[in-house]
């Protein structure tokens, strides 16, 4: 979708009238403030009741590791299952784990295994929950809307990190199950959203090239795979997999050198907060603003434009040892990232054969986010031996590389391709 590829869409009635849509986007809008919220809260109840940060902090590391633990067969099984069903269950089990805390945490403090095993059962839930939207959203929205589509669930989850905060502290602040309580309730609403929006239907049977009968364990490992042949078949997704890769890296080593290199600042904790605020404030905006970029800007200025203008206020911050234009560097990758990721989803979205879509989706999502969790530990070693001026010159270096890749990318193919012309054997 660019800006040389205008959609027509007069003839399809707006997105704020499909029905089906609504009523998913204001369930997923509720869990997403309810799981935001328990993110925040869990850690700090962890904390009251004695465990040291380096525990609660266990609870971080467990949902990055069951994310890529589960993400794989989340896109198998959202192919190979009904969707609404798989929705549902995740919903149902979301609620019951997290509710189960809820009803702990009013008798006595929280164990850290119950802690864990509700972080671990709700990410896996979350995981299987994902893909099999996505296919819903392809669905139930015109191709020519799904853009728009996609923004406004991208805008719903910085929506949600936005207000969850506040809502968080002043739930806390009356009981420590309240913030729980909320979370589960929300899981529940969102099923009910789900049951009346989603319609039950099997996704057709994935393609596997064959002549005869085959073993099961070879259709098996045939039909997993299919996501990972795709990819490595399709020069587009392959390469932009690998540029989000580098993006995503390289935004979680800047958030992590904003926190520690701004934080260890005199007034460093106000200007951290500050920051964070403006970054999901921008992110929202970026979010709303993807439509538009979509309409009026070519793929390759979109996708190099988040890179390219973070590079810049960075060397400006090197130079002049500015600290506001730091936080500006990293606020203009959360204003313009956003618009890259959702046009890139939009593009797999029309692209993609539906019957391997899940499983395409989550291999990309699994190789772009590979490297993120080295971020953090990036950054602390930079800052370890350089100052927040020369940390943030490497940034510009690096960014600046990253934001030639785009325009060097190939054409993405074409759009609804045969799946067994990529995916089989």
């Known amino acids: 979708m660019t800006a040389t590829a205008p959609l027509d869409t007069v003839d399809t ?19 997403d403030f309810g799981s935001s919220m328990t993110f925040i809260v869990l850690p700090l109840v962890l904390l009251a009741a004695g465990y040291s940060a380096t525990v609660a902090a266990t ?38 784990a997290v509710g189960s805390v809820a009803l702990y945490v009013l008798l006595r403090p929280v164990p850290i ?78 099923a009910l959203c789900v049951a009346a929006a989603v319609r039950s239907r099997r996704s057709p049977e994935p393609h596997v090239s064959t002549t005869g009968p085959r073993p099961e364990r070879a259709r ?6 299919a996501g990972w042949r795709y990819l490595i078949r399709d020069r587009f ?20 050198a904003l926190i520690l290199g701004v934080g260890r600042l005199p007034d460093g904790a106000v200007m951290v907060g500050t920051a964070m605020s403006a970054a999901a404030v921008v992110g929202l905006a970026g979010s709303l603003l993807t439509p538009l970029f979509q309409r ?5 200025v979109t996708l190099a434009s988040a890179p390219a203008i973070a590079a810049a206020l960075l060397a400006l911050a090197w130079s002049s040892g500015s600290t506001v234009a730091f936080v500006a560097g990293f606020c203009a990758l959360c204003l313009l990232t956003p618009v890259s990721a959702a046009t890139f989803a939009t593009i797999m979205a029309v692209a993609v054969p539906e019957e391997i ?16 969790p080295f971020g953090p530990l990036a950054a602390g070693l930079l800052l370890a031996h350089l100052s927040l001026p020369s940390t943030a010159a490497l940034f510009a270096v690096a960014l600046a590389l990253l934001a030639g890749v785009p325009l060097v990318l ?9 799946a067994q012309d990529r995916s089989s054997s």
């Not at 890529?68 to 269950?89: E, K």
């Open 296 to 300: 009026h800007v070519s793929l390759k």
């Open 410 to 418: 190939p054409a993405p193919s074409q759009p609804n391709a045969p």
């Open 13 to 31: 009635p707006r997105l704020s009238r499909n029905r089906e849509f609504r009523l998913l986007w204001i369930g997923q809008a509720l869990s």
């Open 237 to 256: 997704m392959r390469c932009s997999a690998a540029y989000f890769a580098g993006l995503n890296v390289a935004f979680s080593a800047l958030a992590f």
């Open 59 to 96: 609870i971080g590391t467990a949902s990055l590791v069951v994310a890529l633990v589960t993400r794989l067969p989340a896109g198998y099984l959202s192919d190979r299952y009904d969707q609404r069903t798989l929705m549902l269950l995740c919903d149902l089990i979301r609620m019951v």
């Open 220 to 225: 098996f490992r045939t039909e997993f795979t």
């Open 113 to 190: 295994a119950l802690a864990l095993a509700t972080v671990i059962v709700s990410d896996a839930a979350l995981e299987v929950f994902r893909p099999a939207q996505n296919k819903v959203v392809r669905r139930i929205v015109p191709t020519e809307q799904l853009g728009a589509a996609l923004s406004l669930n991208q805008a719903r989850a910085y929506g949600a990190d936005i207000a969850a905060p506040a809502a968080a502290g002043l739930l806390l602040s009356l009981s420590p199950s309240v913030p729980f309580t909320v979370d589960a309730l929300t899981f529940g609403a969102s």
């Open 357 to 372: 879509y899940g499983r395409v989706s989550t291999t990309s999502s699994l190789l772009a986010q590979l490297l993120q």
